[in-house]
């Protein structure tokens, strides 16, 4: 199957970049504004700060909109340029926030690493990512902003143009490297594609060729950036970690074609999420 990707100059906006901020009130909520802030930088965005509150979880009213308010006044003069709202919402969480994904560009949400914490440590992130109308940036709860490059996880034979659009523009913004990364492993007995002959090449032979195809379309699409590209043989959550460990940014696209697809990308991003290297955009 051929690779494609658009090439076509994507403009910036007429209108300012809007984002929510998903918090649950504790440390993966304080990342998650953490990386807004960084992403947001100098540019005039439309901030939003929404908090989610289930039924069980209404005796930390009053203490939950005290943290609200603070965080936008540090947001208002951190971001002079930046129209800033927030809210404080009753309802179920995943409900709330999957409503605002449709009505911003991006959503950020932070996401505990361990079994304790708030909301968001019951598989929120993972929840939302696999639903959301628009892209979900996850971010580990202990998130330091660090130099690293944007990788973008890609399978052999293709980059969907939101997901390569995405992970260039994060790149051409932060002045980081692009990283294609690509973990292949051996298929299963009757797995082999019947189109394939061993006697002409080996795996290793043509997953290669086929992510080097990947990288000058990539280049092509933005002929400035600096790009390189992974290759790793093993389990593809395994490999994608590793390959994104000095990261500061792992962006995985999320299927709409086959149950297959889409149970396969469960697996990766729950493994992915489960203990994220860096934050992780989920691009659909």
Known sequence: MSARISTMFVPEPATPER???????????????RWAIVHAGDR????ELVCAEADGDLPQHE????ALHAAERVLRVILPLAKVTVALQAGDPL??????????????????????????????PQ???????????????????????????????????AVLGFGEHEADE??????LAHAWDMPGVGA?????????????????????????????????LRIDSRLQQG????SLLAMAADASLLVLGRPRRSAVSRALFGSVSSGVLAKPPCPVAVIP
Request: charge should be negative; aromatic fraction near 2%.
């Open 19 to 33: 984002i929510v901020i998903a918090t649950d009130g504790g440390a993966a909520g304080h990342a998650a504004l």
């Open 174 to 179: 932060s002045g980081e490297p692009l990283r």
């Open 235 to 238: 389990a593809i959550v395994t």
């Open 44 to 47: 005039a965005v439309q901030l």
């Open 127 to 161: 929840r939302l990512a696999a639903i959301s109308a628009c892209p979900v940036v996850v971010v580990p709860s202990d998130w330091i902003c660090r130099r690293g490059p944007v990788v973008i996880g890609v399978t052999a034979d293709d980059i969907p143009p």
């Open 95 to 124: 409900e709330l926030f999957a409503r605002a994904s449709q009505l911003n560009e991006l959503l950020v949400i932070g996401t505990h690493h361990g079994e304790h914490g708030h909301s968001h440590a019951r598989g929120l």
């Open 192 to 224: 082999e594609d019947p189109r394939w002959d061993p006697g002409i090449e080996s795996i290793p032979e043509r997953q290669s060729r086929a992510l080097g195809r990947l990288e000058v379309l990539a280049r092509a699409a933005d002929p400035e």
């Open 63 to 66: 203490v939950r909109e005290h």
